[in-house]
């Protein structure tokens, strides 16, 4: 992704030195581009549950490099072993919905265990750290070819003119490492020539669409238009809004979908107008061991002041104000689960398949 004419990915090594893991510090965009360095684990956790990063790809890429960080700060002696099982549950309690976050962290503790040196680890914990990297990115691209073959065919029955395109959060490339997974589609499409414009939900409490997703979409020059979140449904009603991609931070192998709080609410209404609604998500996503994903995926609640308080740009400053009466309770529940009955189909490295079992295990037939 370019920002200003530069390409970036959202988590790197810092070039010159390898005990750096750099990333895009969201909590300032859209109005400042801060780079922030992290060196320890603790770091690196803190990074995760207070969302300087953020989005199921990136979350999980976070965890790959707190893993290796995890393997420079331990000690080099017998207690190696027991300090890279207690960094795995530092990163694996951060935030509990996103599968990408535990899928890394196991990955790095199954290939860890391979080094017969420390020095063996660490180089290990490195390598796994970018393939995971380079695979989200890699994966997302292909998510953006395959997704773009609904937006074509949605351009062709209207004989080229414009496709409207609802999405709701950030599943763009602020969510990934690189290009992001229902953006992505919508990127390769503009790309192409396409006539794409997209309804971005603004998404409270933390405004990921209209903070960032606007963003990406205006550095990439998709046009596009903040709604707020409850306006959906009108847009739908009234012909305005062509296929919803959402994105996803878990789906069950079955394919229910968990998501941004308010996605649900979005599928319901594009049931109710027989708008197609696609889910796009790399592999990496999608929770083999999860069959029903009402029951089972953790929610994610976070503190009830994301929900009073709102930050913004005033007077060439970042102020907070406060929304709501000072004593007022909030809750905040960071996703929901849409049902797989409510999903056109989902979107994934492999090509696009039906939100159920068989389907999805045809695209992944090792999984079986
Ligand atoms: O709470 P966040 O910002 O980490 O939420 C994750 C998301 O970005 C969205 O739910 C997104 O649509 C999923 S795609 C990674």
Same mark, same amino acid.
């Given at each position: 992704?370019?920002?200003?004419?530069?390409?970036?990915?959202?988590?790197?090594?810092?070039?010159?030195?390898?005990?750096?893991?750099?990333?895009?510090?969201?909590?300032? #965009? !859209?109005?400042?581009?801060?780079?922030?360095?992290?060196?320890?684990?603790?770091?690196?956790?803190?990074?995760?549950?207070?969302?300087?990063?953020?989005?199921?790809?990136?979350?999980?890429?976070?965890?790959?490099?707190?893993?290796?960080?995890?393997?420079?700060?331990?000690?080099?002696?017998?207690?190696?072993?027991?300090?890279?099982?207690?960094?795995?549950?530092?990163?694996?309690?951060?935030?509990?919905?996103?599968?990408?976050?535990?899928?890394?962290?196991?990955?790095?503790?199954?290939?860890?265990?391979?080094?017969?040196?420390?020095?063996?680890?660490?180089?290990?914990?490195?390598?796994?750290?970018?393939?995971?990297?380079?695979?989200?990115?890699?994966?997302?691209?292909?998510?953006?070819?395959?997704?773009?073959?609904?937006?074509?065919?949605?351009?062709?029955?209207?004989?080229?003119?414009?496709?409207?395109? #609802?999405?709701?959060?950030?599943?763009?490339?602020?969510?990934?490492?690189?290009?992001?997974?229902?953006?992505?589609?919508?990127?390769?499409?503009?790309?192409?020539?396409?006539?794409?414009?997209?309804?971005?939900?603004?998404?409270?409490?933390?405004?990921?669409?209209?903070?960032?997703?606007?963003?990406?979409?205006?550095?990439?020059?998709?046009?596009?238009?903040?709604?707020?979140?409850?306006?959906?449904?009108? #847009?739908?009603?009234?012909?305005?809004?062509?296929?919803?991609?959402?994105?996803?931070?878990?789906?069950?192998?079955?394919?229910?979908?968990?998501?941004?709080?308010?996605?649900?609410?979005?599928?319901?209404?594009?049931?109710?107008?027989?708008? !197609?609604?696609?889910?796009?998500?790399?592999?990496?996503?999608?929770?083999?061991?999860?069959?029903?994903?009402?029951?089972?995926?953790?929610?994610?609640?976070?503190?009830?002041?994301?929900?009073?308080?709102?930050?913004?740009?005033?007077?060439?400053?970042?102020?907070?104000?406060?929304?709501?009466?000072?004593?007022?309770?909030?809750?905040?529940?960071?996703?929901?689960?849409? !049902?797989?009955?409510?999903?056109?189909?989902?979107?994934?490295?492999?090509?696009?398949?039906? !939100?159920?079992?068989?389907?999805?295990?045809?695209?992944?037939?090792?999984?079986?």
């Amino acid at each position: 992704m370019n920002i200003n004419g530069k390409a970036f990915r959202t988590i790197w090594v810092k070039p010159g030195d390898e005990k750096v893991i750099q990333i895009i510090d969201q909590r300032h #965009l !859209p109005h400042q581009f801060v780079i922030e360095e992290l060196e320890t684990v603790d770091q690196m956790a803190t990074a995760i549950k207070d969302m300087h990063l953020r989005g199921a790809g990136l979350i999980g890429a976070a965890a790959g490099f707190g893993m290796y960080l995890a393997t420079l700060e331990a000690p080099g002696n017998d207690a190696f072993d027991q300090y890279i099982l207690l960094a795995a549950e530092q990163l694996k309690s951060t935030r509990p919905t996103a599968v990408n976050l535990a899928w890394a962290v196991n990955k790095q503790l199954d290939a860890i265990q391979n080094g017969n040196t420390i020095r063996e680890k660490i180089n290990i914990a490195f390598t796994i750290a970018n393939e995971i990297a380079d695979e989200d990115a890699e994966h997302c691209r292909r998510i953006g070819e395959h997704g773009l073959k609904l937006i074509e065919a949605i351009s062709e029955t209207k004989n080229g003119g414009t496709v409207n395109i #609802l999405t709701h959060c950030n599943a763009g490339w602020l969510a990934f490492v690189d290009y992001g997974s229902a953006s992505s589609a919508i990127y390769t499409a503009h790309d192409k020539g396409i006539n794409v414009h997209v309804w971005v939900d603004e998404t409270r409490p933390r405004n990921q669409g209209a903070s960032l997703t606007a963003w990406e979409m205006a550095q990439h020059g998709v046009p596009n238009t903040i709604i707020a979140d409850n306006t959906g449904g009108h #847009l739908m009603q009234h012909g305005l809004v062509d296929m919803v991609i959402v994105g996803s931070d878990r789906t069950t192998y079955t394919g229910d979908v968990a998501n941004k709080i308010g996605t649900y609410l979005k599928a319901l209404a594009a049931h109710d107008n027989n708008i !197609p609604f696609y889910a796009a998500l790399p592999s990496s996503s999608i929770d083999w061991q999860m069959e029903d994903g009402l029951k089972e995926i953790v929610i994610e609640e976070r503190n009830g002041d994301e929900v009073k308080y709102m930050e913004g740009l005033c007077d060439g400053e970042i102020k907070k104000v406060l929304l709501t009466p000072f004593t007022s309770k909030a809750a905040n529940y960071a996703f929901d689960v849409t !049902p797989a009955r409510l999903i056109t189909g989902i979107i994934t490295e492999r090509g696009i398949c039906e !939100p159920n079992k068989e389907s999805i295990l045809n695209l992944f037939p090792e999984k079986k």
